[in-house]
C-alpha cells in the first residue's frame, strides 16, 4: 500500500475517544482498526457517577450500551473495532502497565497496520495508563510510524499538552507536528460532516459532558510524529 495510504491502528482509551479525537482522519481512512483498550465491563454489577450522567442504571448496560454506539460510529467511518478485556478506571480495575503493553503489542501484530496512532494521555488517568504502555512499546516497534494525537476535551486542560510534550523529551522521544498522510479523496466539508453523524452515535457521552462542554471534539484535530531520539540528559 502506498505512503498516501497508510493502514492505521488507533489506540483508543475508551469508546469514544477515537472518534471525538481523530475523527475527520477516520473518514478519509476506511478499514482503519479502531482499538478500545477499556472495553470490558466489571467482574460484578456496581453503579458509577458517570454511568448515571449518562443514564444508565448500572456498568452492565451502559457497556451494553456504550458498544452498540460505537458499533454505530464506527459503521459511519467504516472502520474495524477490536476490543480488550480490560475495565476502565470507575470500575475499579487497574491491569499493570506491562500488562496492557503485552496485549496491545500482540493485537497490533495481528494488524497489517504500518501507522500507529496513541493518545498523548492528557488529563485522564485512563488516558495516561494507556500512553504509557504505548510508550513501553513504541522502542520495539519503531519500524512502523507512530503519532500520537490531543485528545479532544481533555486537551483543553491548562498547560496538559506542554507538559506531555516536556515528558516525551525526557523520555528520548522526539515529537513533531505532522499530520498523518492522506487517505481517501474527500473533501472537509464531508469529512466534517462524517465525523459530526459518528459523534452523535455517542449519545449516552453526550449527555453526561453536557451541552457546551464537548464542543472540543469538532474543533482542529491535532496530531504529533513520534520517533525514538536520544533521551534527554537528567
Known amino acids: 500500500m502506498s505512503e498516501t495510504?497508510?493502514?492505521?491502528?488507533i489506540v483508543s482509551p475508551h469508546f469514544?475517544?477515537?472518534v471525538f479525537s481523530c475523527?475527520?482522519?477516520?473518514?478519509?481512512?476506511?478499514?482503519?482498526?479502531?482499538?478500545?483498550?477499556?472495553?470490558?465491563?466489571?467482574?460484578?454489577?456496581m453503579h458509577t457517577e458517570w454511568d448515571e450522567k449518562s443514564g444508565f442504571t448500572g456498568a452492565y448496560q451502559a457497556i451494553h450500551a456504550r458498544t452498540l454506539e460505537d458499533n454505530l460510529a464506527l459503521e459511519v467511518l467504516d472502520a474495524i473495532p477490536l476490543r480488550m478485556p480490560f475495565r476502565d478506571g470507575q470500575y475499579r480495575d487497574?491491569?499493570?502497565?506491562?500488562?496492557?503493553?503485552?496485549?496491545?503489542?500482540?493485537?497490533?501484530?495481528?494488524?497489517?497496520?504500518?501507522?500507529?496512532?496513541m493518545p498523548l494521555g492528557l488529563?485522564?488517568?485512563?488516558?495516561?495508563?494507556?500512553?504509557?504502555?504505548?510508550?513501553?512499546?513504541?522502542?520495539?516497534?519503531?519500524?512502523?510510524?507512530w503519532f500520537g494525537y490531543e485528545e479532544a476535551i481533555?486537551?483543553?486542560?491548562?498547560?496538559?499538552?506542554?507538559?506531555?510534550?516536556?515528558?516525551?523529551?525526557q523520555r528520548g522521544v522526539v515529537a513533531t507536528p505532522a499530520q498523518p498522510s492522506a487517505g481517501h479523496t474527500i473533501d472537509a466539508q464531508r469529512r466534517a460532516q462524517l465525523k459530526r453523524e459518528a459523534v452523535n452515535a455517542y449519545g449516552s457521552q453526550l449527555q453526561a459532558f453536557g451541552a457546551g462542554n464537548y464542543d472540543d471534539v469538532f474543533a482542529a484535530e491535532r496530531y504529533w510524529q513520534l520517533s525514538v531520539?536520544?533521551?534527554?540528559?537528567k
Do not use: M, W
Request: hydrophobic share 40%; aromatic share 4%.
Open 5 to 9: 495510504s497508510p493502514r492505521l491502528f
Open 16 to 18: 469514544d475517544d477515537a
Open 23 to 45: 475523527g475527520e482522519l477516520l473518514a478519509a481512512h476506511p478499514d482503519t482498526a479502531i482499538c478500545t483498550v477499556f472495553a470490558a465491563p466489571p467482574e460484578q454489577e
Open 94 to 117: 487497574s491491569p499493570s502497565i506491562s500488562k496492557l503493553a503485552a496485549a496491545l503489542e500482540e493485537t497490533i501484530y495481528r494488524t497489517t497496520a504500518n501507522t500507529l496512532l
Open 123 to 145: 488529563h485522564h488517568d485512563d488516558h495516561v495508563r494507556v500512553f504509557e504502555a504505548c510508550c513501553e512499546i513504541l522502542p520495539r516497534l519503531s519500524h512502523l510510524e
Open 154 to 169: 481533555h486537551r483543553r486542560t491548562p498547560g496538559v499538552v506542554q507538559a506531555r510534550l516536556a515528558d516525551l523529551v
Open 229 to 233: 531520539g536520544r533521551r534527554a540528559r
